[in-house]
């Protein structure tokens, strides 16, 4: 890739349509992670039982599975900014069914499924919006800044996943309802913000829905190597080696902190992950593109390892903030890959992809934490799914030489 493509600076915020877009995806976040921070930590509060922690991931993976197949080439016949509105409407309403559920108090402890329930529903929207929302971001601006916006959209994204659970920790204490309602409002914001994007999908870039469109985005994929093995590198990471089930355990029973002191460990992976999606937004990778991949996932692994030995709240939050921007350089390799080498009418499809198997894999791997976390203890868990991210490492960079061996996008 070029110099010129690479691109650099704060030139895209001069394109109005993708500062709204920022805008609506940073109230999006905001809004989901002020309510899953929320529902984390009223779950633990009622239980106790890490069990139920997992199974929150649980319910965020399943609507996923199925709804992957169809989700990518709804974002390729359809409207993706109509998607994107829908799902925060749709996400806002379960905001506001979770408020009266607390409020007329229909959840305790013999009853909390109707948490899960909310939870399933903004699953289903994510699996919707995700690869809507990356096909469209992309369909905003020029080729030649196509590096520079996906750096500033996770930088976006992750200052949202820093603000949100902090914002939750420091919220609950004023009431169990208070989350929720701010998640409400930011939702409907997000939809609001959308609605004023004039962008749209030309009209020649829908084909028709068929076996063949759905299966497309898997087999694009089975026929690059560099985007499979980077890909699957993720999936593997991040199921195993995934702690942010577990926060709620260590702030409660090891760090002895409240949930103000959750809000704090949620937030510390986004703060080092914006810290290395701003300094990649204006050094963008160049060079030894694959090498560089590899090693960001073992230090991810490394960062998770320290972390489950840690036993003191601030050593636990340096820890989560390295693994965070670990993480945030795999995720920019990853992403600007996918982008520059798929073409436009298939970005859906393979966004679609992605998203299952490393987006939700993230909630697959909470629910995997939880169980194991409930028959051998939480540290443990931890330490073990640091050392296999590490190991993925190594035996990834056997078996995809192609991406190892890559040295520019």
């Not at 915020?13 to 709204?20: A, N, P, Y």
């Amino acid at each position: 890739m070029s110099d010129k493509i690479m691109g650099t600076g704060t030139a895209v915020f001069g394109i109005r349509d993708f500062s709204l877009y920022l805008a609506s995806r940073f109230l999006w976040g905001m809004g989901q992670h002020v309510q899953t921070i929320a529902i984390a930590w009223t779950i633990y509060e009622i239980t106790r039982d890490p069990l139920t922690l997992g199974l929150i991931g649980l319910a965020t993976f399943i609507p996923a599975v199925p709804l992957s197949l169809i989700a990518g080439p709804v974002a390729d016949r359809y409207d993706r900014r109509s998607i994107i509105i829908a799902c925060s409407i749709i996400m806002a309403l379960s905001s506001l069914c979770a408020i009266a559920m607390m409020s007329f108090g229909i959840i305790h402890q013999a009853r909390i499924w109707p948490l899960y329930v909310v939870v399933f529903i903004f699953g289903a929207c994510r699996s919707f919006s995700g690869p809507a929302g990356q096909a469209f971001v992309m369909s905003l601006i020029p080729s030649e800044q196509f590096t520079t916006a996906a750096s500033w959209n996770n930088t976006i994204n992750q200052s949202a996943t820093i603000i949100g659970p902090s914002l939750g920790g420091l919220l609950f204490p004023l009431g169990s309802i208070v989350p929720f309602t701010v998640a409400f409002l930011m939702l409907s914001a997000s939809a609001l913000f959308a609605t004023l994007i004039t962008a749209r999908m030309a009209k020649s870039n829908k084909p028709s829905i068929n076996l063949k469109m759905l299966l497309a985005g898997y087999a694009f994929i089975g026929r690059a190597p560099v985007i499979l093995g980077a890909i699957t590198l993720d999936l593997a990471a991040v199921l195993f080696a995934g702690a942010t089930a577990l926060l709620p355990i260590f702030a409660r029973d090891i760090f002895e902190s409240g949930p103000w002191g959750l809000g704090l460990l949620r937030s510390m992976p986004s703060v080092g992950s914006l810290c290395a999606a701003v300094l990649l937004a204006y050094l963008p990778l160049r060079w030894h593109i694959g090498r560089t991949m590899f090693l960001s996932v073992a230090a991810y692994g490394l960062a998770t390892i320290c972390f489950g030995l840690s036993n003191n709240i601030f050593i636990g939050m340096v820890c989560l903030a390295i693994l965070g921007a670990a993480d945030m350089i795999s995720l920019t390799i990853r992403q600007t890959l996918i982008q520059v080498e798929t073409p436009d009418d298939m970005r859906g499809r393979v966004s679609a992809v992605h998203s299952i198997l490393t987006g939700t894999s993230n909630h697959l791997g909470d629910f995997e934490s939880g169980m194991l976390a409930h028959f051998i203890g939480a540290v443990p868990t931890v330490i073990l799914g640091g050392s296999i991210a590490v190991a993925a490492s190594i035996v990834w960079s056997r078996l995809f030489p192609p991406l190892a061996q890559r040295q520019k996008f």
